[in-house]
């Protein structure tokens, strides 16, 4: 219709009652906006984000760029020893990365009844580790979300993990690949269902395992009792200064001679066709009084698992000065007793840790994850060359089962540039520069 049959006045209230609409849309929307942002940044607890409850995050962590929040991977129960548990952890997080996936915060076992399924103790993530800090921490790498809160707007669809010798690592990466993009990807939670994730193919170079295992943090009662520990090491040190000008150190040693340990690394020797993986007490004790770098006096904190150990003289028949102390000498068994066995490996692992030396056994992933994180903490304190020959540079730590100069053992350093977990994950002897 041509504009000059409408009466003025009709086209001037038309026009007016248009812009009045379009501002109070406006309106609409910048409120909608202020509160959105307004609520999800000044009130804490918990609050929607794509579907899914998440624990806020502090706002200097930053967006978690890359990584979605209304999509979710589901993954299996995780089960075995502390390392086995963290190793998987992280192979599930990274899982989640390639298909650009939150992980949904997944269950851990307090105990080693890995068989059992009934006996497993379920442990929540967030009862060892602290939920909070690790999405801080690794933000904008992986994301862990909870359970409560998702929207079930698509039926959860099932991703069977291959196994046997005919499912390859390509076959692996295709298959992940494939639930990246269609039809699969429309799915809300996508579950994997089958193997435990230590036992995934391993797709990820080891420094994306590291960014992964330094998001790790223990939550305050736990580190707390390794404190007390570490405190009573330190005590005994004191004392030893009496006599000595220089401060003690410590010196932590998992010694791995336990009758379940025993059979599994005789087994692992029979099969690799290798001599260096199981090592006696006599063996041990030896090689570590022969570390040159080792201060004399020296107390050592044997890392041992008790309740499986058959042979109750680890005591006796250490280098002279070095004090070799146990939990039951220490006094801290009490601290040990009140928890599952998951978090008893936990207060161990810190305490080695933190250890002025570390010797340990290169087929056992506790030791393996400690001298990865020990590695870490030297390359941050500006060592640009970890293999120039100082045995003391840094963090040090050494392989027992592997004989290295002067009848010690051999100095051990983390290959922070190799392709996979694959060392770490079940053992080497080539441990070294």
Request: aromatic share 10%; charged share 25%.
């Amino acid at each position: 219709m041509d504009s000059s049959a409408i009466p003025k006045g009709s086209y001037r209230f038309s026009f007016n009652s248009s812009s009045i609409a379009c501002k109070f849309f406006v309106l609409v929307v910048v409120v909608v906006i202020f509160s959105e942002v307004f609520l999800s940044t000044f009130f804490g607890g918990f609050r929607q984000d794509g579907g899914v409850a998440f624990r806020s995050i502090s706002n200097s962590a930053g967006p978690n760029y890359g990584v979605r929040r209304d999509k979710f991977l589901e993954v299996p129960q995780i089960v075995w020893g502390l390392n086995n548990q963290k190793i998987a952890f992280a192979r599930a997080c990274l899982t989640a990365r390639m298909m650009n996936r939150t992980l949904l915060m997944p269950s851990l076992s307090a105990s080693l009844f890995y068989k059992e399924v009934d006996l497993l103790q379920p442990i929540s993530f967030d009862k060892v580790f602290q939920f909070d800090k690790f999405n801080s921490l690794c933000n904008g790498f992986v994301l862990l979300g909870e359970y409560p809160g998702l929207l079930n707007r698509t039926p959860v669809y099932e991703l069977q993990k291959g196994s046997g010798r005919r499912w390859t690592v390509e076959r692996d990466v295709e298959q992940l690949r494939e639930a990246s993009q269609g039809p699969i990807d429309q799915h809300e939670v996508i579950r994997i269902v089958g193997k435990n994730p230590f036992l995934w193919h391993d797709h990820w170079p080891i420094k994306d395992y590291a960014r992964v295992f330094e998001c790790l943090v223990l939550v305050e009662e736990i580190a707390k009792e390794a404190d007390k520990v570490i405190e009573k090491i330190k005590d005994v040190g004191r004392k030893i200064k009496l006599e000595s000008e220089e401060p003690v150190p410590y010196v932590a040693v998992h010694m791995r001679i336990e009758k379940d340990w025993m059979i599994h690394c005789k087994k692992l020797e029979q099969r690799l066709n290798i001599t260096e993986i199981c090592s006696s007490k006599a063996e041990i004790m030896e090689r570590v009084g022969n570390i040159a770098s080792i201060k004399i006096p020296s107390v050592v904190y044997l890392a041992v698992a008790d309740v499986l150990l058959e042979d109750t003289s680890i005591l006796s028949g250490w280098k002279e000065g070095l004090v070799p102390y146990e939990k039951k000498r220490l006094g801290v068994v009490d601290i040990y007793k009140k928890y599952p066995y998951l978090i008893q490996s936990a207060i161990d692992y810190e305490v080695c840790l933190r250890a002025d030396v570390f010797v340990g056994n290169s087929f056992s992933t506790f030791s393996s994850l400690i001298v990865l994180e020990r590695t870490q903490k030297t390359i941050r304190m500006g060592v640009d060359d970890l293999c120039d020959g100082r045995n003391d540079v840094g963090w040090p730590a050494y392989a027992y089962n592997v004989q290295g100069e002067a009848r010690g053992p051999q100095r051990w350093i983390t290959n922070m540039t190799d392709s996979s977990l694959q060392a770490i994950s079940y053992g080497s002897i080539h441990i070294s520069c």
